[in-house]
């Protein structure tokens, strides 16, 4: 039994907390937290397949039983608590019932107000589970886009903030953010909320796999815009100690993140030779065993980083790094007018890069996720109302006739603006699709008379031309993403010279019609390089955890 | 990047190997053409463009997947040469040849000259049979093999052309798609047209034509080709008249490409069919 402390953390009444029931919210019993108890909190999400893997010892001593050891040889126990709700966890780790707790980075910043002002129960980031990357879902009733999240009104719960700050960001008006213990069930019952997000089983029930009927749980109208398919380095999930637990246990607290690595290592080999009980998995963290499918997809929709991304991670410097994602979080709440300033949170303080000592498996997840012939095939076959749906972020570059060269440096801050996007939002294709102008083509067919061999080769060089001038972006934007130090995925890129088959005024009798305005003939010169989210095209990427 | 180094060499080969041919034969009298009123010519449909695809999904399996040109801009002529037995006929070879095959040879290394191109390949049919004697390439090797190919070859047998031409067709479609789409794209015929039975060419010169999507150019350089003849039709090929040297020589217009200005008062379809 754990003593209790004579310090307790009163009612927050700040908005912030609003979706904490009050019950709980206004009173947390705080105990002291020093004993070497090793109790991790489980949560509803394909990482936890992991840790009850690490449990199994049907066949003998269990992954958490062989590799719980500090360095200095002692052994200790790892046990494994389910925890259906936020709420219960972290009134779990007031009351130290676990030092531990799982939070996201927006998450953290939300809570910190609960556990900071104790340096007791202050958070210490101690290990990186990875990213969310298709577990997670925007839905909203009568928009299609992204982009109309601006100015509207969007409901999530505290896990997936970051999302939501992102996605304000990302678009002209911040929206209007609620926090909400039950994001679908706000979403369902309150029309007013444009826009909910909310997990992919969820996002499913409420969309009806399509657009939503009202029928069988889903909500009139309801469609899915975005995925963390797309948006991949958005949402981390981490585990967080106890400052006085980590403090009390150094070795001990060191030792399980040891532990949590070779666990997952071990897992990735074992779900290749498929000997992962997923039924157990999904009985340990849904209650219910016969949720293995459920739990299947848990594991698919997320991304395990290994070592090479702990470390990264844990790096300042790194470009998704930890603290990037709490400063990013923290001034994007501010704007929300979730926070009224900054607040100070521990930085990660385990030197990771020395962990790996017996871990084999030090790959960097930045391997090709595309395939980049279907993303091409995919893109092409899209309609230009598709595009605009999915389209994250994008940047116009126009070009003199007959140049496939620009000023780069007239375009270098939209440039790296679009790479922070393609870093952010890993999971989409960069697309970059070049048109030319229809002008001459014009005169040469309605004035010069010109045979239709001749009008083919010309339609053949117009072609040429807008390739050349998609080619001359992508290498500039590769040129650029050295100089700032971003190592890009080049698979992710999509070239699409389109010539003059999509005129800006339409067609008039089977031709372009020809520009009403000099801006319009020198935008038919344009580039467009957008951000695109290809969650309905399945075929596009290559699967992640299927090995 | 275009291989420059193969256009010198190649047109330095062709130089050498035209030397012997009397090639200027007298320039027809354009007075005695008949003054014919022609139709505004059709114009191709655009707007279907986006929705045509090419080259075919069957094309697109046939090539390898990590089978991609160097470069993606790459003029292409493939040559589809006609040596079978009616080339021996000194009908239509001009003054300065003792037969069609033997102009025909001069035509289609004169023209090669003028439009080198960066990869050449060569199909023909003749005493050998009907083969493709050279995929799409390049280099001094390659070109030397094609000119020593086509100087060797003997009229005889039947007129495969529809056979021919989808070979070299298809050659073409493949490199297209190494090559992402881009680039040029000729089918160089040099024929007398005289097809042996079920080789009429007319539903591939339909097809190629009919596809705003499919870069393939045809090119006929012919003998004694009549009026109808699907590859002399104007609107479907480029023709070139095997008996006119300075045709042959005069090498293909450069593209327009975009218009370098904007004329405000010029920009309406009524005003630009004016």
């Given at each position: 039994m754990r003593p209790f402390s004579t310090a307790r953390v009163m009612a927050v009444t700040s908005a912030l907390l609003a979706s904490l029931s009050p019950a709980v919210a206004e009173d947390y019993p705080v105990r002291d937290c020093r004993d070497p108890g090793v109790v991790l909190p489980m949560v509803p999400s394909g990482f936890d397949a992991i840790a009850t893997h690490a449990t199994d010892d049907l066949m003998g001593p269990s992954i958490f039983q062989r590799n719980a050891k500090t360095e200095g040889g002692d052994g200790f126990e790892i046990e494994v608590r389910t925890y259906p709700s936020f709420e219960a966890q972290l009134a779990d780790y007031l009351a130290c019932e676990t030092p531990f707790m799982r939070v996201t980075h927006a998450q953290m910043s939300h809570i910190s107000d609960l556990t900071e002002p104790n340096p007791a129960t202050a958070m210490v980031p101690i290990f990186f589970y990875g990213w969310?990357?298709?577990?997670?879902?925007?839905?909203?009733?009568?928009?299609?886009?992204?982009?109309?999240?601006?100015?509207?009104?969007?409901?999530?719960?505290?896990?997936?903030?970051?999302?939501?700050?992102?996605?304000?960001?990302?678009?002209?008006?911040?929206?209007?953010?609620?926090?909400?213990?039950?994001?679908?069930?706000?979403?369902?019952?309150?029309?007013?909320?444009?826009?909910?997000?909310?997990?992919?089983?969820?996002?499913?029930?409420?969309?009806?796999?399509?657009?939503?009927?009202?029928?069988?749980?889903?909500?009139?109208?309801?469609?899915?815009?975005?995925?963390?398919?797309?948006?991949?380095?958005?949402?981390?999930?981490?585990?967080?100690?106890?400052?006085?637990?980590?403090?009390?246990?150094?070795?001990?607290?060191?030792?399980?993140?040891?532990?949590?690595?070779?666990?997952?290592?071990?897992?990735?080999?074992?779900?290749?030779?498929?000997?992962?009980?997923?039924?157990?998995?999904?009985?340990?963290?849904?209650?219910?065993?016969?949720?293995?499918?459920?739990?299947?997809?848990?594991?698919?929709?997320?991304?395990?980083?290994?070592?090479?991304?702990?470390?990264?991670?844990?790096?300042?410097?790194?470009?998704?790094?930890?603290?990037?994602?709490?400063?990013?979080?923290?001034?994007?709440?501010?704007?929300?007018?979730?926070?009224?300033?900054?607040?100070?949170?521990?930085?990660?303080?385990?030197?990771?890069?020395?962990?790996?000592?017996?871990?084999?498996?030090?790959?960097?997840?930045?391997?090709?996720?595309?395939?980049?012939?279907?993303?091409?095939?995919?893109?092409?076959?899209?309609?230009?109302?598709?595009?605009?749906?999915?389209?994250?972020?994008?940047?116009?570059?126009?070009?003199?006739?007959?140049?496939?060269?620009?000023?780069?440096?007239?375009?270098?801050?939209?440039?790296?603006?679009?790479?922070?996007?393609?870093?952010?939002?890993?999971?989409?294709?960069?697309?970059?699709?070049?048109?030319?102008?229809?002008?001459?083509?014009?005169?040469g067919v309605l004035k010069s008379g010109w045979e239709p061999p001749k009008q083919k080769r010309e339609l053949a060089s117009l072609r040429n031309i807008s390739t050349a001038r998609a080619l001359s972006v992508r290498d500039a934007l590769l040129e650029t993403a050295e100089q700032i130090g971003y190592t890009i995925d080049k698979s992710q890129i999509t070239i699409d010279g389109r010539g003059i088959e999509d005129p800006l005024g339409g067609f008039c009798n089977d031709l372009p019609c020809p520009p009403k305005t000099e801006e319009e003939w020198k935008a038919s010169r344009r580039v467009i390089f957008r951000v695109i989210g290809m969650e309905s095209e399945a075929e596009v990427f290559t699967p992640l955890n299927e090995w | 990047m275009k291989p420059i180094y193969f256009r010198l060499g190649l047109l330095a080969l062709l130089s050498l190997s035209l030397a012997a041919c009397k090639e200027d034969a007298p320039e027809p009298d354009a007075q005695s053409a008949p003054e014919v009123q022609r139709a505004p010519p059709p114009t191709v449909s655009v707007a279907v463009l986006g929705a045509t695809q090419w080259p075919s999904d069957e094309i697109v399996a046939q090539v390898g997947e990590i089978e991609t040109a160097a470069d993606p801009f790459a003029e292409n002529n493939m040559l589809v040469l006609d040596m079978s037995g009616s080339m021996e006929a000194r009908e239509c070879s001009g003054d300065d040849h003792s037969s069609r095959a033997e102009a025909a040879k001069t035509a289609v290394l004169t023209w090669l000259s003028a439009n080198p191109g960066d990869n050449v390949g060569l199909v023909t049919f003749s005493a050998d049979g009907t083969k493709l004697d050279f995929p799409l390439g390049q280099g001094s090797a390659h070109a030397e093999a094609i000119v020593n190919r086509i100087q060797s070859l003997q009229p005889k047998g039947g007129t495969p052309l529809l056979l021919a031409m989808n070979m070299g067709y298809e050659e073409l479609a493949k490199q297209a798609v190494r090559q992402g789409g881009t680039g040029s794209y000729r089918l160089i015929v040099i024929t007398d047209g005289e097809a042996s039975k079920g080789h009429d060419p007319r539903d591939l010169v339909s097809r190629i034509a009919s596809n705003p999507a499919d870069m393939v150019e045809l090119h006929t350089i012919g003998f004694c080709i009549s009026g109808k003849h699907s590859l002399k039709d104007t609107d479907r090929v480029f023709y070139t008249d095997a008996n006119s040297p300075a045709d042959l020589k005069a090498g293909l217009d450069a593209t327009q490409g975009e218009t370098a200005s904007f004329d405000a008062g010029n920009t309406t379809f009524e005003e630009l069919q004016q």
């Open positions: 969310s990357n298709g577990a997670d879902a925007v839905i909203s009733r009568g928009h299609t886009k992204v982009s109309e999240l601006s100015g509207a009104q969007i409901v999530t719960d505290a896990a997936r903030l970051d999302l939501a700050l992102q996605l304000g960001q990302d678009v002209d008006t911040f929206p209007s953010i609620t926090v909400s213990e039950d994001p679908a069930g706000s979403f369902a019952s309150n029309s007013a909320l444009d826009f909910a997000i909310v997990s992919a089983p969820q996002a499913e029930i409420l969309t009806a796999g399509g657009v939503g009927t009202g029928a069988e749980g889903s909500v009139d109208g309801a469609r899915e815009v975005l995925t963390t398919t797309s948006a991949n380095r958005v949402i981390g999930h981490m585990l967080v100690v106890r400052k006085d637990f980590y403090d009390a246990n150094p070795e001990i607290t060191r030792a399980t993140v040891r532990a949590l690595l070779k666990a997952e290592e071990i897992f990735r080999e074992d779900a290749k030779k498929q000997v992962v009980d997923f039924e157990r998995a999904s009985e340990m963290v849904l209650g219910d065993a016969a949720l293995e499918d459920q739990m299947m997809t848990l594991w698919r929709g997320v991304e395990t980083v290994g070592l090479a991304g702990l470390v990264d991670w844990g790096d300042p410097a790194s470009a998704r790094s930890f603290r990037t994602l709490i400063n990013a979080g923290q001034t994007a709440m501010v704007a929300a007018g979730l926070r009224d300033a900054a607040v100070a949170l521990n930085d990660p303080e385990i030197d990771f890069a020395s962990l790996g000592d017996d871990i084999w498996d030090k790959r960097r997840t930045q391997t090709s996720g595309f395939d980049q012939d279907a993303a091409t095939a995919a893109i092409q076959a899209m309609s230009n109302e598709d595009i605009d749906d999915s389209t994250i972020a994008s940047v116009t570059i126009l070009f003199e006739p007959q140049q496939a060269v620009f000023p780069v440096s007239q375009y270098q801050d939209a440039f790296e603006e679009a790479l922070e996007k393609s870093r952010i939002y890993a999971g989409a294709v960069l697309s970059i699709e070049a048109h030319s102008s229809y002008l001459g083509y014009l005169r | -």
